[in-house]
Antibody
C-alpha cells in the first residue's frame, strides 16, 4: 500500500519560514508527480504546488509564487515544500498527494497532512 | 481559473436512500473531473476519476457521469460510512481546482 507521510508543520510568526517534508514509500517514487494541497480550518481544498517525477518542472498557484519552493530528492523518496514570507492566510493543513497522471491530478493517494499555523 | 460549483451545499438523507451530488464547471473540462470523499480528521480519498471511472477499491454503489460542464456523483444506496463531505476537482485547465464541497449528512 502506498504511503505518504508529511512532517514539518507547526506554529510560525507572520513573515517566518517552514519546510515541509513528504516521505513516500511502496511505489515507484520517481515515476510520479507529487502535489501539495492545503485545507484552511473548516474550509475546502486548494491545490498549492506540484513537482514532476524527475524534479525538473515545478508548478505553483499564483498566491504562493515567489514565496514557496517545491523540490524533491528521489534518492530519499521525499518531496519538500519550503515556505517563506508566511501569512495568516497560509494557515492550513498541508497534504501531499500523488498524481495518478500528473500534477493536475487526479490524486489517488494522500498523506495524513501536517498543520501549519501562522500567527503572532 | 475554472470555478467548480457544487450543489447542494448540504444534503440530508437516510441510509438506504439514493444520493445525487452535482458539480458544474464555469467552462468545459471535457471529462477530466474527479470526485473525492473526506471524513472528519481524514485526508480526502479518490472515488471517481475522469468523470466515470471508479478508483481502486471503491464500491460499485458509487458512480459518476457527465462531460463538459455538468457532472453528477451518484451513491445508489447510502451506507452509514458514506456520510461525509464530497469534493469535485478538475484537471483540464491550469490551475487544478476543487469545488467548495457538498456535505452529505444523516437525516
Amino acid at each position: 500500500e502506498v504511503q505518504l507521510v508529511e512532517s514539518g508543520g507547526g506554529l510560525v510568526q507572520p513573515g517566518g519560514s517552514l519546510r515541509l517534508s513528504c516521505a513516500a514509500s511502496r511505489f515507484s517514487f520517481r515515476s510520479y508527480d507529487i502535489s501539495w494541497v492545503r485545507q484552511a480550518p473548516g474550509k475546502g481544498l486548494e491545490w498549492v504546488s506540484g513537482i514532476s517525477g524527475g524534479g525538473g518542472t515545478t508548478y505553483y498557484v499564483d498566491s504562493v509564487k515567489g514565496r514557496f519552493t517545491v523540490s524533491r530528492d528521489n534518492s530519499l523518496n521525499t518531496v519538500y515544500l519550503q515556505m517563506n514570507s508566511l501569512r495568516a492566510e497560509d494557515t492550513a493543513i498541508y497534504y501531499c498527494a500523488k498524481g495518478q497522471y500528473s500534477v493536475y491530478g487526479p490524486f489517488d493517494d494522500w498523506g495524513q497532512g501536517t498543520l501549519v499555523t501562522v500567527s503572532s | 481559473e475554472i470555478v467548480l460549483t457544487q450543489s447542494p451545499v448540504t444534503l440530508s438523507l437516510s441510509p438506504g436512500e439514493r444520493a445525487t451530488l452535482s458539480c458544474r464547471a464555469s467552462q468545459s473540462v471535457s471529462t477530466y473531473l474527479a470526485w473525492y470523499q473526506q471524513k472528519p480528521g481524514q485526508a480526502p480519498r479518490l472515488l471517481i476519476y475522469d468523470a466515470s471511472n471508479r478508483a481502486t477499491g471503491i464500491p460499485a454503489r458509487f458512480s459518476g457521469s457527465g462531460s463538459g460542464t455538468d457532472f453528477i456523483l451518484t451513491i445508489s444506496s447510502l451506507e452509514p460510512e458514506d456520510f461525509a463531505v464530497y469534493y469535485c476537482q478538475q484537471r483540464n485547465n491550469w490551475p487544478p481546482t476543487f469545488g467548495q464541497g457538498t456535505k452529505l449528512e444523516i437525516k
